[in-house]
T-cell receptor, first 116, second 111 residues
Framework: AQSVAQPEDQVNVAEGNPLTVKCTYS??????LFWYVQYPNRGLQFLLK??????LVKGSYGFEAEFNKSQTSFHLKKPSALVSDSALYFC??????????????FGRGTSLIVHP | DAGVTQSPTHLIKTRGQQVTLRCSPK?????VSWYQQALGQGPQFIFQ???????QRGNFPDRFSGHQFPNYSSELNVNALLLGDSALYLC??????????FGNGTRLTVT
């Protein structure tokens, strides 16, 4: 079974400061990890993914995520937050066993609020 | 290049009624997945269609059914609506193992 946890319902950060949104996962095989962002009354928008390779993955809008296999984490980061980054962020994981499911499981989401 | 489009954007139904939601996938995508997102929750997987067949199903009752057409578009049908079915219904399309591309959803309110 695959699962993902986002331990923080809300993250508050001042504009210009670095931000981190946390995610931990559980899979039986190797993980295929994603971050999505959702603005009010909109669908989810893909930010970045990790399959294999470099543990630091760069994505859209200056976001990056760090994969840590020993801690089973995939935290989302940005060096300098913008007010326009305020949104709901979802981490998702998909197990990659041979012939496995292509269905990702999503976390409950973390609301990021960037204060001017 | 049009992304995933869903219709209608909003819908109000009464308990016991039936509803049909529609989705057109992103150009070039052949797989459609449906998710239910309740207020304050993450998306919950309903089912996925590929080659006009339901390939996988989440933990949803048989009241939830779907269809995929030869042009890859899809419908989600919900029968005997309950108050608890009120949610944002998201359609996502993909090609093989590519990341999901989501539409803006249909907001269903059951009264």
């Amino acid at each position: 079974a695959q699962s993902v946890a986002q331990p923080e319902d809300q993250v508050n950060v001042a504009e210009g400061n670095p931000l981190t949104v946390k995610c931990t996962y559980s899979v039986s095989g190797n993980p295929y990890l994603f971050w999505y962002v959702q603005y009010p009354n909109r669908g989810l928008q893909f930010l970045l993914k990790y399959i294999t390779g470099d543990n630091l993955v760069k994505g859209s809008y200056g976001f990056e995520a760090e994969f840590n296999k020993s801690q089973t984490s995939f935290h989302l980061k940005k060096p300098s937050a913008l007010v326009s980054d305020s949104a709901l962020y979802f981490c998702a994981v998909r197990d990659i066993p041979a012939g496995g499911s292509y269905i990702p499981t999503f976390g409950r989401g973390t609301s990021l609020i960037v204060h001017p | 290049d049009a992304g995933v489009t869903q219709s209608p954007t909003h819908l109000i139904k009464t308990r016991g009624q039936q509803v049909t939601l529609r989705c057109s996938p992103k150009s070039g995508h052949d797989t459609v997945s449906w998710y239910q997102q309740a207020l304050g929750q993450g998306p919950q997987f309903i089912f996925q269609y590929y080659e006009e067949e339901e390939r996988q199903r989440g933990n949803f009752p048989d009241r939830f059914s779907g269809h995929q057409f030869p042009n890859y578009s899809s419908e989600l049908n919900v029968n005997a609506l309950l108050l608890g079915d009120s949610a944002l219904y998201l359609c996502a399309s993909s090609l093989y193992q590519s990341p999901l591309h989501f539409g803006n959803g249909t907001r269903l309110t059951v009264t």
